[in-house]
């Protein structure tokens, strides 16, 4: 016995209902609004570690230059061959009163170019503020001082949203290190 195709009703419907429609584009836009602020989350994040990660390589750089100058005046009171150390007039952060004035490095960390035509060659991004705290040794003698040296990188990559305000953000680093 052979069947015959159903037949539907002329109110029977097929597809869908503009309500299911409406419900559906409804819940698609409020997953991709969720996935963009995801996306500017995390570009703002890695901006953030951008930074930071830049800040640390110019803390250290200057604390490099630091402890090398340090080196070098601590070689200069011990050398044996030679009667009188030799004045030191080049270094910058060590023996000097006050320490070097505030120095600033741009978004690349690099020093600041005025005549750069590109924004992020001339524009101060990073400040970096060093301090010096003598905690053994004698001035003036062949031993050698011994100093704690804290640098401090200040720099700001993100507005409070709320109030318009730079957030600042600070990496310190901290060396002992024994210099003439």
Do not use: C
């Amino acid at each position: 016995m052979r069947r015959l195709p159903r037949r539907t009703s002329a109110g029977a419907q097929r597809g869908f209902s503009m309500v299911e429609m409406l419900l559906t584009a409804f819940i698609l836009a409020v997953g991709i609004m969720g996935l963009t602020m995801l996306q500017v989350m995390a570009l703002r994040g890695a901006r953030g570690g951008r930074s930071l990660g830049t800040a640390v390589q110019v803390g250290e750089m200057v604390m490099d230059q630091i402890e090398m100058e340090g080196r070098l005046s601590w070689l200069n009171i011990t050398a044996t061959q030679v009667a009188a150390p030799a004045a030191l007039t080049t270094l910058k952060y060590i023996n000097k009163v006050p320490l070097a004035t505030p120095q600033t490095f741009t978004i690349k960390g690099e020093v600041p170019v005025a005549s750069a035509p590109d924004p992020t060659d001339s524009t101060p991004f990073y400040t970096v503020v060093i301090a010096q705290n003598n905690v053994g040794g004698v001035p003036g003698t062949t031993t050698g001082i011994i100093s704690d040296f804290t640098v401090n990188v200040n720099f700001s990559d993100q507005v409070n949203p709320a109030t318009g305000v730079a957030i600042p953000r600070v990496v310190t680093i901290t060396r002992r290190i024994l210099h003439g």
